[in-house]
């Protein structure tokens, strides 16, 4: 409900408030219930649940990959990240992903394939914003 009232907000207004919006919420569920803190009184607290939930402008991009990285740590012998033009992207791969595309970029088919990556708006300079990886895009190829 929320996501869709704040996509039908127009563009101008959702490109004012930038990193997010912060909207006070109190969920409509049934009350909770919680101990009190001090052993004076034996009785329960109703308790609101109260919350805040940010809500975050989120773009997609299909780039070429141009670079990629071993993993190290739990990720090694696997793919660790991918460059593009504009920006690393190490985030959002499954462990079965990452096995997957590390076979294909040693076997030399990883570079020039699309992908599509989740990211807030870019930087003032064009690079990825907490980028995470959505998935590869066999439909498209490299400019």
Avoid at 32 to 54: G, H
Avoid at 78 to 99: C, H, I, N, P, Q
Wanted: with cysteine.
């Amino acid at each position: 409900m929320i996501g869709r009232t704040f996509m039908a907000w127009p563009s101008s207004t959702r490109a004012l408030i930038g990193a997010g919006l912060l909207i006070l919420a109190q969920r409509p569920s049934a009350p909770s219930y919680k101990r009190p803190t001090t052993r004076a009184t034996r009785a329960w607290c109703f308790v609101r649940a109260i919350f805040w939930l940010k809500v975050k402008p989120v773009e997609t991009y299909d780039v070429a990959i141009t670079r990629y990285v071993e993993g190290e740590g739990k990720h090694a012998g696997r793919l660790g990240l991918v460059t593009t033009e504009k920006g690393s992207v190490g985030a959002g791969f499954t462990d079965a992903e990452r096995e997957i595309l590390w076979t294909e970029a040693k076997e030399g088919r990883l570079l020039g394939q699309v992908r599509e990556v989740s990211s807030m708006p870019c930087t003032s300079n064009g690079k990825f914003r907490h980028p995470v990886f959505v998935r590869m895009r066999p439909d498209k190829f490299a400019a």
